[in-house]
């Protein structure tokens, strides 16, 4: 807080006061609009701010480990990268409230789950990461402790049409150190909702260290002819193949569409859960 200087700070407890809050401000912000359907909005991006970028998404590393995440991980030296996205994010909440979210990655009160702590200066960020989690205020509680993601995002100075305006110093920098993301002057959720693939990246580090795995998988249901059972498996699927609108159907059964845990229980079965 003291470094992106935001003007308020409200701590999301998950009541439903605060959920309606959220929502609103983010109308009052003019990050989103009414729609005809009841209940509904629409949030407009950027023009240059319609994609995830990949350029400027990193592996913060020290500099003595970048050989091992080889040539397609785009890495960056841990030292210099903190110290460039400290200073753009430095009063990049300027006048704005940030947003204190807690959440769980998979259910509540499990084994499986890991806990994530979101700051974000954007209601719409706020608002689409409540639709797709499970909230997780009250599970911070009982665990205690540190072991839990920290995603700190500001869609920085706006534009009147309330879109990032220094999109070219548009950074998403992945600390797996501190496992942490600093995401600065963007919008778009590819970028600025840290427990989609930003948490990922952080989740296949922890996973790997915990021997555990983190997938991108689907996890679906299928019976036989005779309806005697039913068995749940995982698949990898490809990007804009249908996943998501597939699960939206009434009647399919496809319990998570995206990213899957997979580890032991206590009787050594692999089992997986949907931590959307």
Same mark, same amino acid.
């Given at each position: 807080?003291?470094?992106?200087?935001?003007?308020?700070?409200?701590?999301?407890?998950?009541?439903? !006061?605060?959920?309606?809050?959220?929502?609103?401000?983010?109308?009052?912000? /003019?990050?989103?609009?009414?729609?005809?359907?009841?209940?509904?909005?629409?949030?407009?991006?950027? #023009?240059?701010?319609?994609?995830?970028?990949?350029?400027?998404?990193?592996?913060?590393?020290?500099?003595?480990?970048? !050989?091992?995440?080889?040539?397609?991980?785009?890495?960056?030296?841990?030292?210099?990268?903190?110290?460039?996205? %400290?200073?753009?994010?430095?009063?990049?909440? !300027?006048?704005?409230?940030?947003?204190?979210?807690? =959440?769980?990655? /998979?259910?509540?009160?499990?084994? #499986?789950? %890991?806990? $994530?702590?979101?700051?974000?200066?954007?209601?719409?960020?706020?608002?689409?990461?409540?639709?797709?989690?499970? +909230?997780?205020?009250?599970?911070?509680?009982?665990?205690?402790?540190?072991? #839990? #993601?920290? %995603?700190?995002?500001?869609?920085?100075?706006?534009?009147?049409?309330?879109?990032?305006?220094?999109?070219?110093?548009?950074?998403?920098?992945?600390?797996?150190?501190?496992?942490?993301?600093?995401?600065?002057?963007?919008?778009?959720?590819?970028?600025?909702?840290?427990?989609?693939?930003?948490?990922?990246?952080?989740?296949?580090? &922890?996973?790997?260290?915990?021997?555990?795995?983190?997938?991108? +998988?689907?996890?679906?249901?299928?019976?036989?002819?005779?309806?005697?059972?039913?068995?749940?498996?995982?698949?990898? =699927?490809?990007?804009?193949?249908?996943?998501?609108?597939?699960? +939206?159907?009434?009647?399919?059964?496809?319990?998570?569409?995206?990213?899957?845990?997979? &580890?032991?229980?206590? $009787?050594?079965?692999?089992?997986?859960?949907?931590?959307?």
């Amino acid at each position: 807080l003291t470094l992106c200087k935001p003007a308020k700070a409200r701590v999301i407890d998950d009541s439903p !006061e605060d959920i309606a809050y959220i929502r609103q401000l983010a109308i009052d912000n /003019g990050e989103e609009m009414k729609v005809a359907v009841k209940g509904h909005t629409v949030h407009y991006d950027g #023009f240059y701010d319609q994609a995830r970028d990949k350029k400027n998404t990193r592996l913060l590393v020290p500099a003595d480990e970048k !050989e091992k995440y080889g040539q397609h991980i785009n890495t960056a030296d841990r030292d210099e990268g903190i110290k460039e996205v %400290l200073e753009i994010m430095d009063g990049a909440m !300027e006048g704005k409230t940030v947003l204190i979210r807690f =959440f769980s990655l /998979g259910p509540t009160k499990s084994k #499986f789950s %890991l806990l $994530a702590l979101q700051l974000t200066d954007s209601a719409y960020v706020a608002h689409s990461e409540d639709i797709l989690y499970r +909230m997780g205020y009250e599970e911070f509680k009982r665990r205690k402790g540190d072991d #839990f #993601f920290y %995603l700190i995002h500001s869609a920085g100075e706006l534009t009147d049409k309330n879109v990032t305006k220094n999109v070219e110093k548009r950074r998403i920098y992945i600390d797996l150190v501190e496992n942490r993301v600093l995401s600065v002057n963007n919008q778009y959720a590819g970028n600025s909702l840290g427990l989609k693939k930003l948490a990922l990246r952080l989740a296949i580090n &922890k996973a790997v260290n915990e021997d555990w795995l983190t997938e991108h +998988m689907f996890i679906s249901a299928v019976w036989p002819l005779d309806k005697s059972r039913k068995t749940y498996f995982l698949g990898a =699927f490809p990007s804009a193949c249908g996943k998501t609108s597939t699960a +939206m159907i009434p009647g399919f059964t496809i319990v998570g569409d995206d990213i899957a845990y997979l &580890k032991l229980n206590v $009787a050594g079965e692999v089992k997986a859960v949907n931590i959307e």
